[in-house]
Each structure stands twice: as structure tokens, then as C-alpha cells.
């Protein structure tokens, strides 16, 4: 008997008829409160070695419809390794069609990364001798906001990830990038933490995370949309970070994403918002040093300036920037594959996520030195 099951962390979706195994009819519920939804990961079983063909009826009024154009969805055996599957948008469907080789198989819109992952993480940063590990308050619904402190320089370098719950990429990055801060045998490491003190949040909406969410917390807000407006009330996340940032201080923020639509790595800086020339110049070296260490990243694809009209200064890279007089900068993945390298296997996926975090530290280190 084929069974569909969502009910573990981060699961979403609604089965509307499993009848037939040729034409399994479901529907991504939406975020908690809101009306967004793109998110989705759910458990098949009973279907080893029959061809299946699953239609999410309601792909066409997700939250970025653009993005289901060239989209692969995951699938994995094992919940380690994932791959891509045959995917086509159709008149406002999302199919999936796969023929699983095992007795249970997950699918999910990116891999995803579990709460009980991000607890092994901040335990194995506490164990490191130079990390300090600390809660900046809670999530709306009781959950940890963790923060991993490391390193002893002058500079404050702060780094956020998953304001957006189901851009499950950014904390793949956080954790690239911590396990090469935490590696004694890596010189530019110690050399980084020589010059900043690194505040590094892996996961900015715990709540959203566990709900499955695609883009709020657990009152329905889109946390990058309330900056310099947060609240205990409906966003805690932002408030209670907001305050410890403004207690540090901050030299060079980057808030980590991923985007729905374009199949490239890319830097989203303060371009369009009123900031000087050079904080400018800056975010753009910033952009060039990734690209000379990073053959994943590119410069040619990314957002317009003036993007986001007049809810700028409400997105946290450029509330940080404006208040701190700093470059600011949104890192963002696809959840597409990479053009500049593609896998037709993978796509873009948890494993180069982490690498290009490991290789965001030489960028960072030549913006502190100047």
C-alpha cells in the first residue's frame, strides 16, 4: 500500500488522492500564518520499484512560480545523499516522475537540514577551543536562537543564515564555513580570527524550520522584511538580534540565502539604496575576490538595483549597512542547478553549499585587511 507521510521536522504536504501510484495528486501547504509556500519534503513508501508519477496540483500559485522553470526535485534512499529526478511544470503542476528502488524514499524541494543537525553543529562548535557558544533568546515557539562566537580581533563580522527556513542551503554554508574556522592546520583561518571576532547565527527561524516552512516564523512574518520594525511580539528572531548586534557593534555583515529563480551563486550589495561610493567599491572587491577563489561563484546574473522599492531598508542587509555605515552584503544559491558548473546528478547541492562557505573565509580576510 503506498503511504505519504510529512509528520517528522520540516515535512510538508498534503495528499489529496493516492489511489492511483501513476497519478499521485497532492498540494504544498502554505507557511504557517501566511500565504507563502514553495517548501516542500515528504516520505513515500510502498512503492519500490513502480513508476511514479507525482503532480503538485497547487505549484502554480506558489511564492515564485519562475522558479519550477528548469527545476529538479531531490530524492534520496538514505536521507544523506540526494539526486535529482525527472521534473517538469505543466499547466500550473509541478510532476515528479520516479521509479524508487528501495521500499521508502524522501523528496524534498533541497536537501534539508534538521534541527537535529544544527544542535550536533552547535555542540561540535562549543567543543572547539577557541568558539563560544550562546543563546540570544528564543523563537516565538520556545526554540534556541544560537549564536557561535569565535575569534579574537578588533573587527565584529557578523553572519546570518535561514532567515528564510526553507533556504535550506544558507546553513550547509554556515557549516562549510564554521568547519574551516575551527580547522587549527588552516592558515587563513587563524589568520581571520587574528583580525575580527566572528558572530555567526546558522539559524535565524528555528521555528520556521521545524514547520516546514518555506519564508516565515511561526506568526506567518517574513523575518527580512521587518528590520528596524521587529518586535517580541510577532518577530523575536530579529529583535533579539538586532540588540546584540547593536551591543557589538559590526564591521561586515552577510546575510545567506537562496533564490528560487536564478540558476547561479550570487551577491546581492547595497546597490540602489542611498550608500556611499566606498561602501560600494567595496561590496563590489568583495564580489571579485569570491570569484577569483570560487569557481562556483559568478558576477553576470543577480538582482536589478532598487529590487525591493520601498521596503529596502526593511531587508537586513541593508538596515545593517545603513545603520553601521558598512558594506552588507546577501549571499545567494540556487536551488536549481549551477550554470556556471553544472551536475546533472546533483544540480547545486548541500555538499557545494558547504564549500562555498569554506571558501567565503580568503574573501572575507582580504576585506578586513583592506
Request: with cysteine.
Amino acid at each position: 500500500m503506498l503511504r505519504i507521510s510529512r509528520q517528522f521536522d520540516a515535512g510538508n504536504i498534503e495528499v489529496v488522492d493516492a489511489a492511483d501510484v501513476a497519478n499521485v495528486r497532492l498540494r504544498i501547504r502554505p507557511d504557517t500564518g501566511s500565504h507563502f509556500f514553495q517548501w516542500f519534503y515528504f516520505r513515500v513508501s510502498g512503492a519500490h520499484a513502480q513508476p511514479l508519477r507525482l503532480v503538485i496540483e497547487n505549484a502554480g500559485a506558489a511564492a515564485f512560480v519562475d522558479g519550477w522553470q528548469g527545476y529538479q526535485a531531490l530524492a534520496s534512499f538514505d536521507r544523506k545523499y540526494w539526486f535529482r529526478i525527472p521534473t517538469r511544470y505543466q499547466d500550473g503542476a509541478l510532476i515528479l516522475e520516479h521509479c524508487p528502488e528501495r521500499d521508502v524514499v524522501w523528496y524534498a524541494y533541497f536537501t534539508p537540514y534538521s534541527q537535529e543537525r544544527h544542535q550536533a553543529l552547535i555542540a561540535r562548535a562549543q567543543c572547539a577551543a577557541p568558539c563560544r557558544v550562546d543563546s540570544l533568546g528564543l523563537s516565538l515557539q520556545g526554540r534556541e536562537l544560537d549564536r557561535v562566537r569565535v575569534g579574537d580581533g578588533p573587527k565584529q563580522v557578523w553572519i546570518i543564515a535561514r532567515q528564510h527556513p526553507g533556504e535550506t542551503m544558507a546553513e550547509w554554508f554556515m557549516e562549510g564555513l564554521l568547519e574551516r574556522l575551527l580547522d587549527r592546520e588552516d592558515a587563513v583561518a587563524e589568520r581571520l580570527l587574528q583580525r575580527a571576532r566572528l558572530h555567526l547565527m546558522p539559524n535565524m527561524n528555528p521555528d520556521g524550520s521545524f514547520l516546514g516552512n518555506l519564508r516565515t516564523n511561526a506568526a506567518g512574518v517574513n523575518l527580512n522584511r521587518v528590520w528596524g520594525q521587529a518586535d517580541m511580539e510577532h518577530s523575536p528572531e530579529v529583535y533579539q538580534v538586532t540588540q546584540q548586534l547593536l551591543e557589538s557593534g559590526c564591521d561586515l555583515f552577510l546575510d545567506i540565502h537562496g533564490d528560487e529563480a536564478i540558476p547561479a551563486n550570487f551577491i546581492a550589495g547595497q546597490d540602489g539604496a542611498p550608500v556611499a561610493a566606498a561602501i560600494l567599491d567595496r561590496e563590489q572587491a568583495f564580489k571579485r575576490n569570491l570569484r577569483r577563489v570560487s569557481p562556483d561563484f559568478q558576477l553576470e546574473q543577480g538582482y536589478e538595483p532598487g529590487r525591493f522599492g520601498p521596503e529596502t531598508l526593511t531587508l537586513a542587509s541593508f538596515w545593517v549597512g545603513h545603520h553601521f555605515g558598512i558594506p552588507a552584503l546577501t549571499l545567494e544559491m540556487p536551488f536549481k542547478d549551477n550554470r556556471v558548473r553544472p551536475d546533472p546528478v546533483q544540480g547545486w547541492s548541500a555538499e557545494r553549499s558547504r564549500q562555498l562557505g569554506r571558501d567565503c573565509l580568503l574573501p572575507l580576510l582580504w576585506e578586513l585587511e583592506g
